[in-house]
């Protein structure tokens, strides 16, 4: 079992940054693969980026690469999401999730662990 706890949301301007934070306890975190998503009101859930177990290997959505980059840090079993550049666009309950080893993937159904959420919201 992961307990996942996401931190760091709140209100932006367009064009501001903001960094999430997921801190993880319970089993071993440094074998999972780690992933955030992202919904907004009447959308689905959508994939924003993964990172490797290792830490060396991330996939981003096309909506955020290049303005969002996640890392992790297995010492302290967090995975953070800094987000640069935001758009009004943007603005969406965010979640961690973590699946128990294997290759990085955006297919949320293979996430077996999710956080409570954080909400960002970028004003015009």
């Known amino acids: 079992q992961v307990q996942l706890v996401e931190s760091g949301g709140g209100l932006v301007q367009a064009g501001g940054s903001l960094r999430l934070s997921c801190a993880a306890s319970?089993?071993?975190?440094?074998?999972?693969?780690m992933g955030w998503f992202r919904q907004a009101p009447g959308k689905e859930r959508e994939f924003i980026a993964t990172?490797?177990?290792?830490?060396?290997?991330?996939y981003y959505a096309d909506s955020v690469k290049g303005r969002f980059t996640i890392s992790r840090d297995n010492t302290k079993n967090t995975v953070d999401l800094q987000m640069k550049k935001l758009k009004p666009e943007d603005t969406a309950v965010y979640y961690c999730?973590?699946?128990?080893?294997?290759?990085?993937?955006?297919?949320?159904?293979?996430?077996?662990?999710w956080g409570q959420g954080t909400q960002v919201t970028v004003s015009s």
């Open positions: 990172i490797s177990w290792s830490g060396d290997t991330t």
């Open positions: 319970g089993r071993t975190f440094s074998n999972t693969v």
């Open positions: 999730a973590a699946k128990s080893g294997g290759s990085i993937t955006a297919n949320f159904r293979l996430y077996v662990y």
